[in-house]
Nanobody
């Protein structure tokens, strides 16, 4: 069992920055791969970023160079640092916990947070 709680969402103007946090329960946190997904209205849940237990990262092309995923195992927390935000980044953002096989597809992840809303105005 692991529980994930996202925070840090809000309203920001285009070009601005925001940092999302995902607080995780569980003693095995450091062994999980962690990811961020987002879901805009009327769209499917979309992969955003992934970080392995060892710190290797992977990003979808649309956020590469603008977003940074990181983790602090001592705090059982994963972050998504977002800058140069665009209106098309507007979505509910979800963190997820998985394993070495968790990747682009939401179904490959084991645990999910409740989501936090990010709205970027023009």
């Amino acid at each position: 069992q692991v529980q994930l709680v996202e925070s840090g969402g809000g309203l920001v103007q285009a070009g601005g920055s925001l940092r999302l946090s995902c607080a995780a329960s569980g003693r095995a946190f450091s062994t999980y791969a962690m990811g961020w997904f987002r879901r805009a209205p009327g769209k499917e849940r979309e992969f955003v970023a992934r970080i392995s237990w060892s710190g290797n990262t992977y990003y979808t092309n649309s956020v590469k160079g603008r977003f940074t995923i990181s983790r602090d195992n001592a705090k059982n927390t994963v972050y998504l640092q977002m800058h140069s935000l665009k209106p098309e980044d507007t979505a509910a953002y979800y963190c997820a916990a998985g394993n070495s096989g968790s990747g682009l597809g939401p179904a490959t992840w084991d645990y999910w947070g409740q989501g936090t809303q990010v709205t970027v105005s023009s």
